[in-house]
């Protein structure tokens, strides 16, 4: 769909605004994705999926701050999207803001009990803030719902290490990088050298 041209033909239709703004993340061209999308949100301010596409924008701009209020925005127009908790608390985590991270986490959780990343992503929290049987946990319930995941092996390798579980941990690593997870090679070399 030509999108430009359906915003010359009517130019309050906030929809057009939202698929040129896709259009133009696809091509990496964020400072237009994120004009189009504030402009889809000023002709509808209750455009939830505006305000998440719009807070991703922000975080490839690296404007966290302006990522964290359009997430918030768009839980307060539908609170039960656990998406957008997951998405906020990824941010919360690049910020180093770990033990709120760990809440949307558990949001985001309670409202999709089947989301691999989400136990994923919690886990990683805990281990940042030295909770490593805690991470050790969420990466084994994460491994339950999705065992095809190579940094999630990757991931509880680490906190196994942490927890003097060495043996473990090489197999950890050694799943991880079946999987593909190429930081496992060098957690390999320098910790699996003595244990098969």
């Not at 136990?119 to 065992?147: N, T, V, W």
Request: charged residues 30%; positive net charge; proline residues 2%.
């Amino acid at each position: 769909m030509n999108y430009s041209k359906s915003i010359e033909l009517n130019p309050q239709y906030s929809n057009a605004y939202y698929g040129r703004g896709n259009s133009y993340v696809h091509l990496r061209n964020y400072n237009k994705a994120l004009n189009d999308y504030t402009k889809s949100i000023e002709l509808n301010p209750q455009y939830e999926s505006a305000y998440i596409n719009r807070g991703l924008v922000f975080c490839e701009l690296k404007d966290y701050s302006g990522a964290i209020d359009d997430f918030n925005k768009a839980i307060e127009i539908n609170p039960k999207y656990a998406k957008t908790y997951k998405l906020r608390a990824i941010v919360k985590k690049h910020m180093n803001n770990n033990k709120e991270a760990i809440v949307d986490f558990n949001k985001s959780i309670e409202l999709d009990p089947g989301n691999a990343d989400s136990y994923c992503q919690r886990g990683i929290s805990e281990y940042l803030l030295q909770k490593h049987k805690d991470a050790l946990m969420d990466f084994e319930k994460s491994i339950k719902l999705d065992s095809l995941r190579g940094y999630t092996y990757y991931n509880k390798a680490l906190a196994e290490l942490q927890l003097n579980q060495n043996n473990e941990a090489c197999k950890d690593f050694r799943k991880a990088a079946d999987l593909g997870n190429k930081d496992a090679l060098e957690q390999i070399k320098q910790n699996c050298s003595n244990i098969k």
